[in-house]
């Protein structure tokens, strides 16, 4: 139901850039009414976990084969309550929760990545693993830096104990695995030779964060192709990465972002290509000033830190 309900706020949004009035405020409608069902038969009212749907997934079998009898099915979970990173990490990813579970949905996302958890064998992970299966693993990193929580995202970024997106780096990959358990040293390459891939996308969804939060280059929604974009870099609040750098390539040309962190002082490098602009948002504190060249960048103020327009150019700023 929650795919489903952001299909219908995506839809209201390509009804209403094509010009059509009426099927925009139609699906915008249907979004609200969806939205609203979901907080109220899918969130419980007291503790704001996620509850069960009952609904089983299904399951593979060699073609043509029928699906083995079962005697003695499972007792239905419907109505049992969640706890799980995915469990908040998506409805948070794709804003299903509304203001009255929000906040504390942020609250037990975080809490559920910083205890240790037990996975499918019953083994605890220690705080800061990756336990959300491969859908919840797109929207986690989102879903906290979205909320202010860019400490923890940059701390599920940066473990290395498994299972975690550098458990595998740490063991000579030199692509992205299908799952995080191709390989471990606890049991080598187990059970998953018969179906395996270690060239996959899957679990390297936090490279898309890297872009987007880290380094900041944002798509402006109202403005098709960047020609106006947002730079919102975001160092690491731990300091664990010190320094990051990257660009995409764009119809009008590259954008770049490169930051710095040393000590109290961050170095900003940004690039933005020729007829376009970008407003660039600064977390800083709020006695920081920016500065270039030694002159001092005059930028608004906002509840994080600074924000200012851009044109084309390369910009090289200090902030301390």
């Known amino acids: 139901m929650t795919y489903q309900a952001y299909s219908l706020e995506i839809m209201s949004k390509v009804a209403a850039i094509l010009g059509n009035a009426s099927d925009a405020s139609l699906y915008?409608?249907?979004?609200?009414?969806?939205?609203?069902?979901?907080?109220?038969?899918?969130?419980?009212?007291?503790?704001?976990?996620?509850?069960?749907?009952?609904?089983?997934?299904?399951?593979?079998?060699?073609?043509?084969?029928?699906?083995?009898?079962?005697?003695?099915?499972?007792?239905?979970?419907?109505?049992?309550?969640?706890?799980?990173?995915?469990?908040?990490?998506?409805?948070?990813?794709?804003?299903?929760?509304?203001?009255?579970?929000?906040?504390?949905?942020?609250?037990?996302?975080?809490?559920?990545?910083?205890?240790?958890?037990?996975?499918?064998?019953?083994?605890?992970?220690?705080?800061?693993?990756?336990?959300?299966?491969?859908?919840?693993?797109?929207?986690?990193?989102?879903?906290?830096?979205?909320?202010?929580?860019?400490?923890?995202?940059?701390?599920?970024?940066?473990?290395?104990?498994?299972?975690?997106?550098?458990?595998?780096?740490?063991?000579?990959?030199?692509?992205?695995?299908?799952?995080?358990?191709?390989?471990?040293?606890?049991?080598?390459?187990?059970?998953?030779?018969?179906?395996?891939?270690?060239?996959?996308?899957?679990?390297?969804?936090?490279?898309?964060?890297?872009?987007?939060?880290?380094?900041g280059i944002q798509r402006d929604e109202n403005s098709p192709g960047f020609k106006h974009f947002i730079l919102q870099p975001t160092p690491d609040p731990s300091g664990k990465i010190t320094f990051a750098k990257g660009f995409v390539e764009t119809m009008y040309g590259k954008i770049s972002s490169e930051w710095k962190k040393e000590g109290n002082k961050v170095t900003y490098h940004f690039q933005i290509p020729a007829n376009t602009r970008a407003q660039i948002r600064i977390i800083a504190p709020a006695r920081a000033q920016i500065k270039e060249g030694g002159r001092i960048i005059k930028a608004s103020a906002t509840s994080t830190g600074f924000q200012t327009e851009l044109g084309s150019g390369t910009y090289h700023w200090i902030v301390e």
């Open 28 to 215: 915008v409608s249907q979004f609200d009414a969806k939205k609203k069902l979901i907080n109220q038969v899918y969130v419980d009212p007291n503790s704001h976990k996620v509850v069960k749907s009952g609904v089983r997934a299904a399951r593979m079998g060699p073609p043509g084969a029928a699906p083995a009898p079962t005697a003695n099915p499972a007792p239905s979970d419907k109505g049992q309550l969640m706890d799980t990173q995915a469990s908040y990490a998506i409805p948070l990813g794709l804003g299903m929760f509304d203001a009255q579970n929000k906040g504390v949905a942020v609250q037990q996302l975080v809490e559920s990545i910083k205890r240790s958890s037990k996975d499918d064998e019953g083994i605890a992970r220690p705080p800061y693993s990756l336990m959300t299966g491969f859908i919840g693993t797109a929207h986690i990193s989102e879903a906290l830096s979205a909320n202010g929580q860019h400490d923890v995202a940059y701390g599920l970024l940066t473990q290395k104990t498994y299972p975690s997106w550098l458990y595998s780096v740490a063991n000579g990959a030199t692509t992205i695995w299908e799952r995080l358990n191709s390989y471990t040293i606890e049991n080598g390459f187990g059970g998953n030779n018969s179906m395996n891939s270690f060239n996959h996308y899957s679990f390297g969804a936090v490279a898309g964060w890297m872009y987007t939060r880290s380094l």
